[in-house]
């Protein structure tokens, strides 16, 4: 049920920048948020899936969603908006920010993943500078080079959401937040404290203020983190990689069902929800099989399943790869590019590396028959076939060698 309009309080102060708000927002908007989800997002989640179902399928336009507006003025609005999912196993909430503004008397909604969502955010006097930089980003570049557009590059930057160093059970392999795709996985354990992937702005989503972070990240990425106990209040707080978000637990104020303490960690990618399937955090890679919840990960050529642990190895940088010897122990470094070059080292299965510049030179094929004839020098001066590195992208990381 959303909560009623009278009962919204906005105190915003981050990082000791106050907010233009009022001390309760304008009668008319969370009614026109509500209403433009049902008219747009929840109308398009319809129609898709009758068109996976091949026919009708129950609506999902009829919710009323739950809108917290986090700040206001009489012609800015900002905040969450989430559609509550029912108390059952498997079900997950769905939820975006919002910004709005007043033209003509009338509110102008956008929520993320809609095209006005950055325009209305690069525009938004109540916005910080740092929020309209991130959540209005239309192309160009952002603080950490290129933004993420082409869907094959899978380089994050990130962490596993917990210590480096620190060992947790993998308790659940990809599966979805909402939805069909398969963007989440499940971790327990260690010292329970979920932390920050990367850096970026956090937000609360949940209206009762526990349970949900989202941080977005820069080159189009945000991660969500769900089932946490004490978790931090954050209304676009800027965190750093391994800032604490909250305690692995089993809060559900946005609906679903959690079963013994954990932190549900999903991806998004260009303000959606993405396959996890594939994507490196901590030196891992994601690797889905089978039924939702089953899958393994990947640490060079060592495989761990779905219950057992993963090091946090802490973040794979953009120019580096990880050795992935398809099975090996070692993989030969070369005195130049291709294997018809003298062999001038070694380096260990699983261990990470750094890429001075890449060339073309032999074709070999690695894992899963990726074939390729781009070989990288790595900064000692030898070189490795890219086939043998997980670097994200089977293009160049650090250019062409001159």
């Not at 910004?99 to 950055?118: I, L, M, N, T």
Request: hydrophobic share 35%; proline share 5%; charged share 20%.
């Amino acid at each position: 049920m959303r909560t009623p309009i009278a009962s919204f309080v906005v105190i915003v102060l981050v990082a000791g920048i106050p907010a233009p708000v009022h001390a309760a927002a304008p009668a008319d908007l969370a009614d026109a948020v509500a209403a433009h989800l049902r008219d747009g997002q929840l109308r398009t989640q319809q129609s898709r899936a009758e068109q996976r179902q091949g026919g009708p399928v129950p609506s999902v336009a009829d919710p009323d969603p739950d809108v917290v507006v986090a700040r206001s003025t009489d012609e800015h609005g900002f905040g969450s908006v989430v559609v509550r999912a029912p108390a059952a196993a498997g079900a997950y909430p769905v939820g975006w920010l919002f910004v709005a503004r007043r033209a003509g008397g009338e509110w102008r909604v956008a929520v993320e993943g809609e095209p006005a969502f950055a325009e209305l955010s690069a525009g938004s006097t109540i916005l910080r500078e740092d929020e309209r930089r991130i959540l209005g980003r239309a192309g160009g570049r952002s603080e950490a080079g290129p933004l993420s557009v082409n869907p094959a590059d899978r380089r994050t930057g990130m962490r596993l959401p917990y210590a480096v160093g620190q060992s947790w059970r993998y308790t659940g392999g990809p599966h979805p937040m909402n939805g069909g795709v398969r963007s989440s996985v499940d971790f327990a354990g260690g010292d329970g404290r979920v932390l920050a992937a990367r850096g970026g702005l956090a937000y609360t989503m949940c209206g009762s203020g526990k349970g949900w972070i989202r941080v977005v990240h820069d080159r189009g990425f945000a991660t969500d983190y769900y089932h946490l106990a004490g978790n931090i209040q954050a209304d676009g707080r800027a965190v750093k990689e391994g800032d604490f978000l909250g305690n692995i637990g089993n809060d559900v104020s946005c609906g679903g069902s959690s079963t013994g303490a954990h932190v549900h960690f999903s991806l998004r990618r260009n303000n959606a929800y993405v396959p996890i399937d594939r994507y490196n955090f901590g030196k891992w890679v994601i690797s889905a099989s089978g039924a939702d919840y089953s899958g393994s990960a990947w640490h060079g050529s060592r495989r761990v399943d779905v219950g057992g642990t993963l090091h946090n190895h802490g973040v794979l940088g953009f120019t580096q790869g990880v050795v992935d010897t398809d099975g090996g122990t070692v993989l030969n470094r070369r005195s130049g590019a291709g294997a018809n070059h003298p062999v001038a080292g070694t380096v260990a299965d699983g261990a990470t590396v750094t890429i001075e510049c890449s060339a073309r030179g032999t074709r070999h094929v690695g894992r899963n028959g990726y074939s390729s004839d781009l070989w990288n020098k790595l900064t000692d001066g030898t070189w490795v076939s890219d086939v043998f590195l997980w670097t994200g992208t089977g293009d160049p990381v650090n250019g062409l060698c001159p």
